[in-house]
């Protein structure tokens, strides 16, 4: 038989804790535990420990835990609240982001807390009466006779609509804590402790677009799919599963289904969106839908205030909110006895995060659920190919749902040669004949369309053609853009404004023109050639206010607009039934991105605004332009076909050994010294093959393809890799000796999103 040693110095020890400080913690220290603390202390709750020369506020990490050899411990000064602010399972994760992508810890804890958590805010605890039911007349007939504190106490309650807060009542009715506590022992009134809710009052999705609140009966497909996943969830042990579905197959319903089942059965859940902001029904939807399980929904997304992130926060801790929706960092939330993390768009690129720690929120999404043993879905109706990989592999569950609820028809594709049609074309080229006359149609059967058109302002760039200049932006390498509403030319990158010149900033021509297209110029045509064609047009320029945006999409709702011209903000998760055009104007636009996910992309844009199309019961049409016809993402696109787009662009992908084949990391240098900036890149990658010949497949350094953004000069390196960590554990070391000052900068990007 095995006997274990006993081992002085790595023997678990009660007294020692880890715990990682927020400043300067890119690690976790050790700390003894002072006596007072030794039975309560958990994961996840804040203390304050001395670092060097100061204190800090930090998150116990580890407890027991080893105490290191022959050292002497300092000691946890004081533990700031009792409610944890992380749970057990976010501490590992954590520790695997930092891993995985390349950063401290202390970084990564920026990024899971909110600020106010992390500078130790304390949860505001309320003690909330209620009356559990109203007293016979003849009890407090007595009642107000033997004590008439306490019947005062039961009027007062009886005359609120909510429950009434314990410290407010006390001193409002000058009573004393005994009377209530009597109340309490004879079971007439009920008390429960809440943190402010100030998140439920400021809530902008409070009156989200009222949807139906009555579930559908489910078909055959939702059924099955909600039949495997219950089946994970029961299991407890980890699974992720892939829900591909087509546009309008019913995803929603079958979140919906499986979130109620793990709230009934006393579990909490995440449900992830690309944007909250752009996704105000399947707020509204997941709201109507939670209510009669008395479960509380947290919204979480980029325009809570500090107060509001913090109240959020700690209601999840707290167990009183059991599901959260919301953007990517809603993947940390904080919620106890999380069983279900849905990730719904899994495909969207804004879930990956473009700075750091830069972290894939699905990815991280099926990391969390695989260290707890919970269940992640993944939905799409256009996975990304990294995915479908995984789910043909076997390694995730596929749910496919192939058609539209209650069989109504995909959306029929038309193909439009805009190299033909410019032959054609008589004046404006941007709309072609066959879209202008499924727009008359449509107004004329009052009928909706909406317009697509990946590109905000009203023309693209101002070329002279003297000296075949394209004006940039004096601060980055790309061109300036035209904006039509204030007449100036704008920087896309950053945002550099100037009044729109006249003539060639370079060799003065008064010949220069504007050329390309953007919103605003597909708004002008139209209101030219359908003058009572109600229009609204949303892209960045037009919705500074995302209520504004709400209220947009509910007036067209409504019908109090014919048409929705606007970019990627209108692509995803919008189900109006009355549309049954979609115009797709430059279907080539995501084609021309530097990037070797471009046919994936296009793909998937397509796909995805198209399905924006006959949602309803009448039948849809989608009118694609492009110059490109026969490329693979519009032949596939048009042929609804994404097993056949993902096997020819997988044999591609493979021939090259791109993702998902290995993962790549970008590696950007940048700095204001163009030469520096290429020096340091080239002192890297020869130090790094000097070092560690053959760790990975390397390609450049070479200029990024916006060479220059905000004055900084940029170059990137490309690695291929089978595995990150071993990679990472090899460069990192390497920063130290080659980056020495700060003029140089350089971002390590894992799995890069982003190619630019
Ligand atoms: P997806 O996210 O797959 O594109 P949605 O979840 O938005 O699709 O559902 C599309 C539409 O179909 C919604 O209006 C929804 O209310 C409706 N729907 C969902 N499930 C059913 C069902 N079983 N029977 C009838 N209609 C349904
Ligand atoms: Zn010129
Ligand atoms: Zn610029």
């Given at each position: 038989m095995f006997l274990p040693v006993p081992d002085l110095f790595g023997e678990i020890e009660p007294g020692v804790a880890e715990?990682?400080?927020?400043?300067?913690?890119?690690?976790?220290?050790?700390?003894?535990v002072p006596a007072?603390?030794?039975?309560?202390?958990?994961?996840?709750?804040?203390v304050r420990v001395p670092l060097g020369g100061r204190t800090s506020l930090g998150v116990v990490w580890k407890y027991p835990a080893e105490a290191p050899p022959a050292a002497k411990l300092r000691s946890i000064i004081l533990l700031e609240h009792e409610q944890p602010v992380l749970t057990p399972d976010v501490c590992k994760l954590a520790e695997w982001m930092a891993g995985y992508y390349g950063c401290g810890l202390n970084s990564v804890l920026e990024t899971v807390l909110p600020a106010a958590v992390r500078k130790g805010v304390r949860p505001v605890l309320r003690r909330l009466l209620t009356l559990i039911a109203p007293p016979d007349a003849e009890a407090l007939a007595k009642l107000r006779r033997k004590a008439p504190r306490q019947a005062q106490v039961l009027d007062y309650l009886a005359a609120q609509k909510e429950p009434a807060d314990r410290a407010k009542l006390v001193t409002g009715l000058g009573i004393s804590q005994q009377a209530v506590d009597g109340l309490l022992r004879a079971g007439v009134i009920k008390e429960d402790a809440s943190v402010l809710w100030r998140v439920a009052y400021n809530d902008p999705f409070a009156e989200a677009e009222s949807v139906p609140a009555a579930g559908h009966t489910l078909n055959v497909d939702q059924l099955a799919a909600v039949a495997s996943v219950s089946q994970s969830l029961d299991s407890k042990a980890f699974k992720a599963h892939l829900?591909?579905?087509?546009?309008?197959?019913?995803?929603?319903?079958v979140y919906v289904a499986l979130i109620r089942k793990v709230v009934a059965e006393g579990g909490s859940a995440i449900f992830l969106v690309p944007e909250v902001a752009l996704t105000p029904q399947t707020v509204g939807r997941l709201r109507s839908r939670l209510t009669d399980l008395g479960a509380k929904v947290v919204v979480w997304h980029s325009h809570l205030s500090a107060g509001e992130r913090f109240d959020?926060?700690?209601?999840?801790?707290l167990g009183q909110a059991r599901v959260v929706v919301g953007a990517r960092s809603a993947v940390f939330a904080p919620l106890p006895n999380l069983r279900l993390i849905v990730v719904d768009e899994e495909h969207e690129p804004s879930f990956k995060q473009g700075e750091t720690p830069m972290y894939h929120g699905r990815?991280?999404?099926?990391?969390?659920?695989?260290?707890?043993g919970a269940a992640c879905v993944l939905g799409s109706a256009t996975p990304s190919l990294e995915t479908w990989k995984n789910a043909t592999a076997g390694r995730y569950v596929l749910n496919s749902m192939p058609k539209r609820v209650d069989d109504r028809p995909m959306p029929a594709f038309r193909i439009v040669d805009m190299r033909r049609e410019v032959l054609h074309s008589k004046g404006q080229n941007v709309l072609s004949r066959e879209l202008v006359d499924g727009i008359h149609e449509r107004l004329r059967k009052g009928e909706q369309a909406i317009l697509f058109l990946n590109r905000r302002g009203h023309s693209r760039s101002l070329v002279c053609p003297d000296c075949g200049e394209a004006v940039q932006c004096p601060r980055c390498s790309v061109s300036l853009t035209l904006h039509s509403t204030d007449h100036t030319a704008r920087c896309h990158l950053c945002d550099h404004r100037e009044p729109a010149p006249a003539v060639c900033p370079k060799c003065r021509s008064p010949k220069v023109r504007w050329k390309g297209y953007g919103t605003q110029k597909v708004e002008e045509v139209i209101h030219r050639m359908f003058p009572r064609a109600r229009?609204?047009?949303?892209?960045?320029?037009?919705?500074g206010k995302k209520d504004l945006f709400r209220k947009v999409l509910s007036d067209f709702r409504a019908g109090r607009y014919d048409m929705l011209l606007g970019t990627q903000m209108i692509a995803k998760g919008l189900d109006f039934p009355r549309v049954?055009?979609?115009g797709i104007i430059d279907a080539d636009l995501s084609l021309q991105l530097p990037d070797f996910r471009a046919a994936e992309r296009t793909f998937q844009l397509l796909t995805q605004v198209a399905g924006r199309a006959g949602r309803g019961t009448l039948e849809g049409a989608v009118v694609v332009q492009t110059f490109q016809p026969a490329s693979d993402p519009v032949q596939f696109a048009k042929r609804l076909d994404f097993q056949g787009f993902a096997a020819a662009e997988l044999i591609k992908r493979s021939e090259f050994g791109y993702p998902p084949e290995r993962h790549l990391i970008r590696h950007v240098f940048r700095?204001?010294?163009v030469e520096k900036v290429n020096f340091v890149a080239d002192a890297w990658v020869k130090e790094l093959e000097r070092l560690h010949p053959g760790l990975a497949e390397i390609r450049g350094p070479a200029p990024c393809p916006f060479e220059r953004v905000q004055d900084q000069h940029r170059v990137h390196i490309w690695y291929f890799v089978h595995g990150v960590k071993s990679f990472l554990a090899a460069a990192l070391p390497l920063r130290a000796k080659i980056l020495g000052d700060d003029d140089v900068i350089d971002v390590l990007d894992v799995d890069a999103q982003d190619c630019g």
């Open positions: 715990v990682v400080p927020f400043d300067g913690g890119a690690r976790a220290y050790s700390y003894s007072a603390l030794k039975d309560t202390l958990q994961v996840g709750q804040l829900l591909h579905g087509v546009t309008g197959s019913g995803k929603t319903e959020a926060w700690m209601a999840m801790s990815d991280v999404a099926v990391m969390r659920a695989s260290v707890l229009v609204a047009r949303i892209d960045a320029d037009t919705m049954t055009l979609v700095g204001r010294n």
